[in-house]
């Protein structure tokens, strides 16, 4: 019988371990808990949530609720289990946290092809293996994927900007233009006045923040924490001083004002999100502002009046590799073959984006699975794991509409494209499914 070694028994590492036994492969699954916690996992179980209870909205006008219909028509076993213990949280699926870790412990104690060895692997056991082991991933196992991939494929922070709908800009304030007309004009400028700008960076700096204590306690377990120059969130170079972001950042040199031909007294640009161009990044605003707090302030934006997010802003402890620097199209690392990372050590971020990354590469060990269609989120996911990223690098990825392909004609309704292109994905899966597998 085929046998996998997985090591992490966490979202991705029991999604992959219930895949593979339901496969016919023998699975050896290691977990470091209970004997070595986390800073942020508190319990013995496996699949523990380590945050909120909340799989997120389960409307298929939302990213998350497009992946998990995408899911469920790809049989995920954990997304089966979360239903089978949810909560009422209206449009969102919540579990029962403890109900939910204890019924995936169950699933992996009581499977006779599943093996559960509790103890931290700090190499990776020959053979075939999947390296799910998290955000958190152990020391040792850092150092010795850092020996094997380079100390610079890894990374330890994760420092976002907020991602919004290109259609929610207002295009009669915004404009195209290259900074000093060198080359194509790709960003998108929003043009700030004196008060405008002053405003901003009031609210920036009086906005409501996760506190850095509570960020440490957090992700850092208590020990002290500075930030990375190129991961300072928005709010503290405002903290610096009133004119900070537009010496730096927010600069106005060579992104005139197309009517008029002025200079801006400060400049916010927004980076295309995928090449259709339908969701935008806030550059340089990678920030520790609440939710509630950056939709406020950051519509405060010259054109961004009505900004729909698609994301919202964040930096916190998250290990991750260089994924598409290190693997195959399917996935494999490059510098060890038969070895596969999953979850969020892989690049993917979020719950049941790391079940979905586990599923995917539990299919490509069992069944060959060739990529997912590009109309689907799961597709999408994939992609962004092996397309070679721009000069910003590579930075994990969630589901969100910003990353399907546009429709063939625009859709000036909101919902309405959002339901067309949910079902475009689900239609496109179905047929891949009935096809392909
Ligand atoms: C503090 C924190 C809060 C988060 N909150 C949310 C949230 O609210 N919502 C959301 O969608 N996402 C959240 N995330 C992001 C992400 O979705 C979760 O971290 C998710 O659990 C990732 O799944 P995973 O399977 O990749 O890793 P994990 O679920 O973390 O599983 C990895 C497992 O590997 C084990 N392990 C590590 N090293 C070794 C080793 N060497 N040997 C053996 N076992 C090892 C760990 O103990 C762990 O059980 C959060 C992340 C962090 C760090």
């Keep these: 019988m085929p046998e996998v070694s997985i090591i992490g028994?966490?979202?991705?590492?029991?999604?992959?371990?219930?895949?593979?036994?339901?496969?016919?492969?023998?699975?050896?699954?290691?977990?470091?808990?209970?004997?070595?916690?986390?800073?942020?996992?508190?319990?013995?179980?496996?699949?523990?949530?380590?945050?909120?209870?909340?799989f997120k909205s389960t409307r298929l006008d939302t990213g998350a609720g497009l992946l998990k219909a995408e899911l469920s028509m790809m049989g995920s076993r954990l997304l089966e289990i979360a239903l089978s213990c949810s909560v009422a949280a209206g449009h969102a699926l919540a579990v029962d946290r403890l109900l939910f870790a204890n019924t995936v412990t169950q699933a992996i104690a009581n499977n006779p092809k599943i093996t559960l060895h509790q103890e931290e692997l700090k190499e990776i056991p020959p053979g075939m293996a999947i390296i799910a082991t998290g955000p958190l991933t152990s020391d040792a196992m850092m150092l010795t994927l850092a020996d094997l991939l380079g100390e610079q494929q890894l990374f330890f922070f994760d420092a976002i900007a907020p991602i919004i709908d290109a259609d929610s800009i207002d295009y009669e304030v915004v404009y195209a233009k290259a900074r000093y007309d060198k080359g194509e004009p790709d960003y998108l400028n929003c043009a700030f006045n004196r008060e405008q700008y002053y405003e901003f960076v009031d609210a920036l700096v009086d906005g409501e923040k996760h506190s850095v204590h509570e960020f440490e306690n957090a992700f850092f377990n208590g020990q002290s924490f500075s930030f990375y120059e190129n991961c300072m969130p928005i709010e503290e170079l405002a903290r610096r001083g009133?004119?900070?972001?537009?010496?730096?950042?927010?600069?106005?040199?060579?992104?005139?004002?197309?009517?008029?031909?002025?200079k801006a007294f400060a400049v916010l640009q927004l980076r295309a999100e995928n090449s259709d161009r339908t969701a935008f990044n806030l550059v340089g605003c990678q920030t520790m502002l609440r939710y509630p707090e950056q939709k406020r302030i950051f519509r405060l934006i010259p054109g961004l009046g009505n900004a729909s997010f698609l994301r919202f802003g964040s930096i916190h402890r998250n290990a991750y590799l260089n994924t598409p620097h290190l693997v195959s199209d399917i996935l494999e690392l490059k510098a060890r073959p038969n070895t596969w990372v999953a979850g969020q050590l892989s690049g993917v971020e979020?719950?049941?984006?790391?079940?979905?990354?586990?599923?995917?590469?539990?299919?490509?060990?069992?069944?060959?699975?060739?990529?997912?269609p590009a109309e689907t989120i799961l597709g999408q996911l994939w992609r962004r794991l092996i397309t070679e990223p721009d000069k910003r690098g590579f930075q994990p990825v969630n589901a969100n509409f910003g990353l399907l392909p546009a429709l063939p004609d625009s859709v000036r309704d909101k919902k309405l494209k959002k339901e067309l292109l949910s079902q475009r994905s689900l239609d496109a899966l179905k047929t891949f499914l009935t096809f392909e597998h």
């Design 9 to 54: 028994g966490g979202l991705a590492g029991c999604e992959a371990a219930l895949q593979l036994s339901a496969a016919g492969y023998q699975v050896q699954l290691y977990e470091m808990r209970p004997q070595i916690q986390t800073p942020a996992h508190q319990s013995a179980c496996l699949a523990e949530l380590v945050c909120s209870n909340s």
């Design 242 to 262: 009133r004119d900070t972001l537009r010496h730096g950042v927010m600069r106005p040199m060579g992104l005139e004002l197309p009517a008029t031909g002025q």
């Design 350 to 372: 979020g719950y049941v984006e790391s079940i979905a990354s586990g599923l995917i590469t539990a299919r490509i060990i069992s069944q060959k699975m060739s990529i997912l």
